[in-house]
C-alpha cells in the first residue's frame, strides 16, 4: 500500500513563494498520474495541478495558473508544487494524491478519481 507524505508548507507574506512535496512509498507511484487539491475552512476540496504519469502532462486550476509548477521525479518517487507570487486566497491545507487507475496519461479534476491522499500541509499566506 503505497503512502505520501507532504512537506513544505509554512507560513508566506503575499507575493513569496513556497515550494511543496509530496514523497511516496512503495513501487506504486511512476505509473500513475498525481496531483495535488487543497481545501480552505468552509469550502469544498479544489484541484490545483496535476501531471501524468510520464510527466508529459501538465494541468492547472484557473486560479493558480502561471503562478504554480507542478513537476514530478519518478526515480525519486516525489512530486512538487512550486508555488510563486502567493496570495491570501491560497491559504489553505494541500493535499498530495494518487490516481485510483495505472497508466493514464491523462489528468482528472474530480477528487473522486484520487484513491491514495496525503495527511496535507498547511500553507498561510499574510497580506
Known amino acids: 500500500q503505497v503512502q505520501l507524505v507532504e512537506s513544505g508548507g509554512g507560513l508566506v507574506q503575499a507575493g513569496g513563494s513556497l515550494r511543496l512535496s509530496c514523497a511516496a512509498s512503495g513501487r506504486s507511484f511512476s505509473n500513475y498520474a498525481m496531483a495535488w487539491f487543497r481545501q480552505a475552512p468552509g469550502k469544498e476540496r479544489e484541484f490545483v495541478a496535476g501531471t501524468s504519469w510520464s510527466g508529459g502532462s501538465t494541468y492547472y486550476g484557473d486560479s493558480v495558473q502561471g503562478r504554480f509548477t507542478i513537476s514530478r521525479d519518478n526515480a525519486k518517487n516525489t512530486v512538487h508544487l512550486q508555488m510563486n507570487s502567493l496570495k491570501p486566497e491560497d491559504t489553505a491545507i494541500y493535499y498530495c494524491?494518487?490516481?485510483?487507475?495505472?497508466?493514464?496519461?491523462?489528468?482528472?479534476?474530480?477528487?473522486?478519481?484520487?484513491?491514495?491522499w496525503g495527511q496535507g500541509t498547511q500553507v498561510t499566506v499574510s497580506s
Open positions: 494524491a494518487r490516481d485510483a487507475a495505472p497508466g493514464r496519461d491523462v489528468v482528472h479534476f474530480s477528487q473522486y478519481a484520487y484513491d491514495v
